[in-house]
């Protein structure tokens, strides 16, 4: 598969295994919505850009981010046109949160009997998620609920649990036979004992058992324990992106 469609296919999988509450589209590019939860999902994306300039691209976008009182930030991949990144750092936009996006091929481990998995977010799944992400308010985590609802692939909502506790989660979809991950978390105490290794393997586990040959998932670059994990289960980058906020 030639680069950019491969990239192509990655973005599209992400935005259909994180979806945004509602979409604006503009001739090529994402712009999308979710009351400001998670970067993926409240904003501007390049997808197949056609041939109008940026400026009007960012105009179309922005009443609609001002609307929502949401900055106005763009998601700065490969399939952005050349320059845009460039464009607008001289316009006095921000750049943050340096990302990868890594890949691997799918084999058939076993799921673990540790891990217990749910086709729908339960209310446990999402208290486990706010423990590990404690940023996110009741009203952060009514949209994540929502966003899960509107999932329209096959998921798979996965708990580690030892002792009738709740000790690793994370996420996968499937589609297209591609698994994404998402949302990776070990809790307090319980990190550093390979628990996550085995969550993740239990996921990976159940897309090769619903048709999965690749996986991909987003790191950010800092987060060097995930990108050892990662890399420790076969993982390879495949390419970057940031986000660029307005000022």
Known sequence: MPELT???????????????????????????????????SNSLNALCPGGRPLDDILAAAAPAYAARHLPMMLRLTPLCPPGTREAVIAKGWRIEKESHVFGCDVTRPVIDPAVIMSSVSTADWRNAYQQANPRFDAAGMETLANMHAALVPRASFAKLVEEGENRALGMAVVERETVS???????????????????????????????????????????????????????????DYCYAVAP
């Open 6 to 40: 491969r990239i192509r296919h990655c973005e599209e999988i992400t935005f259909n295994s994180w979806p945004a509450l509602a979409t604006l589209y503009v001739d090529g590019w994402l712009a999308r919505f979710a009351n400001g939860v998670t970067g993926r």
């Open 181 to 239: 991950l998402h949302e990776i978390a070990t809790l307090g105490a319980a990190r550093g004992r390979g628990l996550g290794k085995r969550l993740v393997s239990s996921l990976l586990a159940w897309g090769a058992a619903h048709g999965a040959k690749e996986a991909i998932l987003q790191v950010q670059a800092d987060n060097t324990p995930a990108i050892r994990l990662y890399r420790s289960l076969g993982f390879t980058r495949l390419y």
